[in-house]
Nanobody, 116 residues
Framework: QVQLVESGGGLVQPGGSLRLSCVAS????????IYWYRQSPGEERELVAS???????FVAQPVKGRFTISRDSDKNTVYLQMNRLTPEDTAVYYC??????????WGPGTTVTVAS
């Protein structure tokens, strides 16, 4: 099994930056890719970025140029660097992966609030 735990959320002013972390534990060798999603109140959960264990990265258009995704294989950690944050980035950010057998794993989420 795999467990994911996010951290790094908080309150930040517009224009500020945060770095979120997603730490994986358990049978991490079964992970092909890690995805960051976010969900704002009243909105659908949306994909923000993803990275494979071969470092193929994807960043969604709404945040491209402001967010970057990276990973540290030694720490089993995927990072989401978020710059030039706006109030529209306020959401709960979730880490996700899909294991063999279509088993979906979600972290509990970390809350990002962008406000002055």
């Amino acid at each position: 099994q795999v467990q994911l735990v996010e951290s790094g959320g908080g309150l930040v002013q517009p224009g500020g930056s945060l770095r979120l972390s997603c730490v994986a534990s358990g049978t991490v060798s079964s992970i092909y890719a890690i995805y960051w999603y976010r969900q704002s109140p009243g909105e659908e959960r949306e994909l923000v970025a993803s990275i494979t264990m071969r470092d193929m990265a994807f960043v969604a258009q709404p945040v491209k140029g402001r967010f970057t995704i990276s990973r540290d294989s030694d720490k089993n950690t995927v990072y989401l660097q978020m710059n030039r944050l706006t109030p529209e980035d306020t959401a709960v950010y979730y880490c996700h992966t899909e294991l063999p057998g279509y088993l979906e794993v979600w972290g509990p989420g970390t809350t990002v609030t962008v406000a002055s």
